[in-house]
Each structure stands twice: as C-alpha cells, then as structure tokens.
Nanobody, 124 residues
Framework: QVQLVESGGGLVQAGGSLRLSCAAS????????MGWFRQAPGKEREFAGC????????YYSDSVKGRFTVSRDNAKNTLYLQMNSLEPEDTAIYYC?????????????????WGQGTQVTVSS
C-alpha cells in the first residue's frame, strides 16, 4: 500500500522558517507530480505548491509565491516544502499529495494519494 508521511511541522514565530518533508513508500511517485496543500481551521483545503515529476517546473499559489519552495529528491522518494517569512495566516495543517499525472495541477481531485498532514502554527 502506498503511503505518504509528512514531518517537520511545528510552532514558529512570524518571520521564521520551517522545512516540511514528505516520505513516499513507493517509487511510483518518481513519475508523478507531487503537491502540497493546506487547510486552516474552518476553511477548505487549498493548493499551496507542486512540482513536476522531473523537477523541471514548480507552481505556487499567490499567497505563498516568493516565500515557499517545493523540491523533491526522487532517489530518496522524498518531497520537501521550504517555508520562509512565515505569517500567522500560514497556520494550517499541511498535506502532501501524489498526483495521478506527471504534470502539476491546482485541483484536489487530480491527486489520489494523501498524507495524514502535519500541523504548522505561526505565532504573531
């Protein structure tokens, strides 16, 4: 069974940084795009960023562009999210997701594997 396991969440002050990791249990994801989504309390899950299977392209939501960086190490079956200049509005549960496709998508329904999520809390 394919599993995605996030780690690296925690409590950080505004302006600080965190790096999230997502370990995939299968090499299947080497040929698929991978994404990061987040869900704040009382809000719907939203797209944050994604990366194509070959590391050539990344895409971000407007709210995180310029502050967050998605990367992957296919040899380690691991996806990363480097988050800088964190703001209280970034407080959410962060989920990594495996896409059905090799190209990126902003839409939840294009991802068929999900991690359990990791909490990120940014204090003001």
């Amino acid at each position: 069974q394919v599993q995605l396991v996030e780690s690296g969440g925690g409590l950080v002050q505004a302006g600080g940084s965190l790096r999230l990791s997502c370990a995939a249990s299968a090499r299947t994801f080497r040929s698929k795009a991978m994404g990061w989504f987040r869900q704040a309390p009382g809000k719907e899950r939203e797209f944050a960023g994604c990366i194509t299977w070959n590391n050539l392209s990344t895409y971000y939501s407007d709210s995180v562009k310029g502050r967050f960086t998605v990367s992957r190490d296919n040899a380690k079956n691991t996806l990363y999210l480097q988050m800088n200049s964190l703001e209280p509005e970034d407080t959410a549960i962060y989920y990594c997701a495996g896409s059905k496709y090799s190209t990126c998508s902003y839409y939840l329904y294009d991802y068929n594997y999900w991690g359990q999520g990791t909490q990120v809390t940014v204090s003001s």
